[in-house]
């Protein structure tokens, strides 16, 4: 079971920076894509930034390219999504997901419906 937890969300004040965690239970996510999505009301889930299961491949949505930097820390089994130079419109809940390498062999890009495993969402809002 498959089991995906979201940390590090909150509220900061525009420019500021925040890391989100996600943590994994039940698996080794050496072995899964990883993805952060994010949605705000009324809109459809986002994909931000996908890492492959190698980590030597990584997808950004053009708003967050060069703001943002996805990684894994496979020692601890966490991927993160580091997030400087925060804007407004960056507020929104952020999704953590996963999909193991046998469902999906190989990532090209960062499309939610390739994802079999969400977790539960943290809130990041970026506001004065």
């Known amino acids: 079971q498959v089991q995906l937890v979201e940390s590090g ?8 920076s925040l890391r989100l965690s996600c943590a994994a239970s039940g698996v080794s996510l ?7 999505f994010r949605q705000t009301p009324g809109k459809e889930r986002e994909g931000v930034s996908c890492i492959n299961s190698y980590g030597d491949s990584t997808t950004y949505v053009d ?14 089994n966490i ?5 400087n130079s925060l804007k ?6 952020y999704y953590c997901a996963a999909v193991s ?9 960062c499309p939610a419906p390739y994802f079999t495993h969400w977790g539960q969402g943290t809130q990041v809002t970026v506001s004065s």
């Open 101 to 109: 390498i046998g469902t999906v062999a190989s990532m090209r890009g």
């Open 79 to 83: 991927v993160y999504l580091e997030m």
């Open 30 to 36: 050496d072995f899964y894509h990883v993805g952060w």
């Open 9 to 16: 969300g909150g509220l900061v004040q525009p420019g500021g």
């Open 88 to 93: 407004p419109e960056d507020t929104a809940e």
């Open 63 to 76: 708003a967050v390219k060069g703001r943002f930097t996805i990684s894994r820390d496979k020692a601890k």
